[in-house]
């Protein structure tokens, strides 16, 4: 929201990422104006974690100004998030995420068709709200259909992928 706006041609809405700063959009300026005006921008799709934004606002002559940096937390909605493997038929290797809400105990096995655990592949208490990536190594097994199970202290949840030489 603004007061008032002298020569605004608009905003450039930036997210820090890898200690640069990115542009994600551009939002229109109202030129010069004595009434208060009110933007919006919405950010889709973000995983949970913290991000921080900041405002480039730009004048029609070049000049510019950021506003201060914003730090935003987006927290989990459900107990946990599982992504689909990927990718899947895989060969040999494939990775997915997950996260987990509160603080538990979490492990990750792969098991062939008849139900046999082939392969742990992950056992411990990952950060609360952040995705931890799981990595798939087919190496060495043979092809066909294989479950992922992912086992917390409050949910499990099993996903078929299938791995082709």
Same mark, same amino acid.
Do not use: C
């Given at each position: 929201?603004?007061?008032?706006?002298?020569?605004?041609?608009?905003?450039?809405? $930036?997210?820090?990422?890898?200690?640069?700063?990115?542009?994600?959009?551009? *939002?229109?300026?109202?030129?010069?104006?004595?009434?208060?005006?009110?933007?919006? &921008?919405?950010?889709?799709?973000?995983?949970?974690?913290?991000?921080?934004?900041?405002?480039?606002?730009?004048?029609?002559?070049?000049?510019?100004?950021?506003?201060?940096?914003?730090?935003?937390?987006?927290?989990?909605?459900?107990?946990? *998030?599982?992504?689909?493997? &990927?990718?899947?038929?895989?060969?040999?290797?494939?990775?997915?995420?997950? +996260?987990?809400?509160? +603080? $538990?105990? *979490?492990?990750?096995?792969?098991?062939?068709?008849?139900?046999?655990?082939?392969?742990?592949?992950?056992?411990?208490?990952?950060?609360?709200?952040?995705?931890?990536?799981?990595?798939?190594?087919?190496?060495?097994?043979?092809?066909?259909?294989?479950?992922?199970? *992912?086992?917390?202290?409050?949910?499990?949840?099993? $996903?078929?992928?299938?791995?082709?030489?």
């Amino acid at each position: 929201t603004t007061a008032s706006e002298t020569n605004n041609a608009g905003f450039e809405i $930036q997210r820090a990422a890898n200690n640069q700063w990115h542009t994600l959009g551009w *939002v229109d300026g109202h030129g010069t104006t004595l009434e208060a005006q009110s933007y919006a &921008y919405r950010v889709h799709d973000l995983q949970p974690g913290r991000y921080t934004f900041r405002l480039k606002q730009i004048d029609y002559d070049g000049t510019f100004e950021f506003s201060p940096e914003v730090e935003v937390l987006v927290e989990m909605a459900e107990r946990f *998030v599982i992504e689909p493997v &990927y990718p899947n038929p895989f060969n040999p290797q494939a990775t997915f995420r997950f +996260a987990v809400r509160h +603080a $538990q105990r *979490v492990r990750v096995d792969l098991y062939d068709v008849l139900g046999r655990r082939v392969q742990g592949l992950y056992a411990g208490e990952p950060p609360t709200g952040q995705l931890q990536e799981v990595r798939i190594d087919g190496s060495g097994l043979p092809s066909g259909l294989y479950l992922v199970r *992912v086992v917390g202290e409050t949910f499990s949840q099993t $996903q078929q992928v299938t791995l082709l030489r």
